[in-house]
C-alpha cells in the first residue's frame, strides 16, 4: 500500500436533489486506489440512488440535512489522518494527486486550500468574483468551502469541526477558529473550478452584493467570537 494515499479521505457533501458532477467522480476515482471516498447526502432514499451511480470505491450514507452536519458525519465515519471536504460540483485540474500528496508530506498542522475559479457557465464578469476569492483568501486568509479545504484529522477534531449550531458559513467559522489556534491557513498550490449558474440564475450584480455583505457580516460575528476567546 502507498503509504502516502492512506493518509486521505475525501468526504463529498451532496444536497437534497443534487447528485456528484461526473468529471469530479471520474477525478477522485483516479486517486489511489488507497485513498478513501465518501459521500454523505440527506436522507437514506437519496443515498441509496447516488450509490447507484458510483462505483464500488465509494462509502456512501446519510445524515440529518445541512452540509456542517453531513461533513460531520463523514469525518466521523472516515480512516484518513487528513480529511478533504469536496463540494459535489467540483472540478481539480491535472496531477491532482500530486498536489494533495505534496501537501500532506510537508505540512503537519496546516489548514489547506484551492484557488478558486468559475466555469463558464455564468455571466462574463466572473472574472471579477475570481480575483475577489483570491483576494479574500490569500490575503486575507479566508478561504471559504467552495475551496475544498484541507485539514488534518487531530487539527479538525481539535477544532470541534464544523459548528452545526450555524444557519451559514459553517466552513467560514472553522477557518477563523483554526485561525485562533494557531493553524496556518495555507494554499495548496493548484486551483479548482466551480460553478457560476447561480449567479447567470439570479443576476451577477445580486449576487455578488449578497455574498460580500454575507462574507463581511460572518467576518464581523467570527472574529468578536475570536477576540472574545482570545
Known sequence: MDAGAARLSVIVPVGPGDGID??????????????????????????????????A????S???????????????????????????????????WQVLDRFTQRESRALGYFDLRFRGD???WMAINTFGV??????LRMPFGDQALLVPRAVFEELG?????????EDHDLVWRARRAGV?????GQSLQTSARRYAEHGWWRTTVEHQRETWRQAR???RATDRGS
Do not use: I, K
Not at 467522480?25 to 436522507?43: D, G, H, I
Not at 470505491?57 to 456512501?60: E, Q, Y
Open 62 to 96: 446519510s445524515a440529518a440535512a445541512g452540509r456542517g452536519r453531513q461533513q460531520n458525519a463523514g469525518a466521523a465515519r472516515a480512516d484518513g489522518r487528513w480529511l478533504w471536504f469536496v463540494h459535489a460540483d467540483s472540478r481539480f485540474g491535472q496531477r491532482l
Open 134 to 139: 483570491f483576494w479574500r483568501a490569500r490575503v
Open 57 to 60: 470505491r465509494w462509502h456512501v
Open 22 to 55: 461526473p468529471v469530479l467522480a471520474n477525478a477522485l476515482e483516479r486517486l489511489p486506489l488507497s485513498c478513501e471516498m465518501l459521500a454523505v447526502t440527506s436522507s437514506d432514499a437519496e443515498a441509496v440512488a447516488l450509490g447507484s451511480g458510483l462505483s
Open 184 to 188: 496556518p491557513v495555507r494554499p495548496v
Open 161 to 169: 469541526g464544523f459548528d452545526v449550531s450555524l444557519a451559514r458559513g
Open 122 to 124: 455564468g455571466p462574463p
Open 221 to 223: 460575528s467570527f472574529s
